[in-house]
T-cell receptor
């Protein structure tokens, strides 16, 4: 079946540096991907909608200059956390779907743990 | 998006059936009912979805009330690997492919 893959699964970076997380749809094309963030013991919160070939749409309260999203191809979206701080430490998850009506399945990546030290 | 209400947690014994309820009294006629589950340190995993009729697949069954204001996810024989947070989510035609997650139900399975 359709698979969405994220890389890296875990990353540790120093405060003030930037880190990039990739989200790939392995056997289908996705014009839209979504990025979520999840803190421990909490639910997933949508950060932004990644649109292939155009600017991402960010949810209220999410800084677009801090969380840079690039969706350069139909199978790859990247999330770059710039000038990372310890409070950015979280579980980041992407999702994508082959598209179609709202009954279609949405597939999630395995998630990426970011620890900022 | 229409809201769903689920119990925070439930407990089950291994190899017994589990019924996970979800209330969605403000559901609209075009909202699909989706269930996802999230195992620890993993991304959510699709379980099942339906619109009006009950649905069965290899993972679970979905029982939808006649008025569609509630639904129940049924795991026929719980295993330890079913311990996860289960999310009931409504997805409307205008929601695109975005999902809005509520708190979900944390299922604990006792051996």
């Amino acid at each position: 079946g359709a698979v969405v893959s994220q890389h890296p699964s875990r990353v540790i970076c120093k405060s003030g540096t930037s880190v990039k997380i990739e989200c790939r749809s392995l056997d289908f094309q996705a014009t839209t991907m979504f990025w979520y963030r999840q803190f421990p013991k909490q639910s997933l919160m949508l950060m932004a909608t990644s649109n292939e070939g155009s600017k991402a749409t960010y949810e209220q309260g999410v800084e677009k200059d801090k969380f840079l999203i690039n969706h350069a191809s139909l199978t790859l979206s990247t999330l770059t956390v710039t000038s990372a701080h310890p409070e950015d430490s979280s579980f980041y998850i992407c999702s994508a779907t082959p598209g179609g009506p709202s009954g279609n399945t949405i597939y999630f990546g395995e998630g990426s743990w970011l620890t900022v030290v | 998006d229409a809201k769903t209400t689920q119990p925070n947690s439930m407990e089950s014994n291994e190899e017994e059936p589990v019924h996970l309820p979800c209330n969605h009294s403000t559901i609209s006629g075009t909202d699909y009912i989706h269930w996802y589950r999230q195992l620890p340190s993993q991304g959510p995993e699709y379980v099942i979805h339906g619109l009006t009729s009950n649905v069965n697949n290899r993972m679970a069954s979905l029982a939808i009330a006649e008025d569609r204001k509630s639904s129940t996810l049924i795991l026929h024989r719980a295993t330890l690997r079913d311990a996860a947070v289960y999310y009931c989510i409504l997805r409307g035609n205008n929601a695109g492919n975005m999902l809005t997650f509520g708190g979900g139900t944390r299922l604990m399975v006792k051996p």
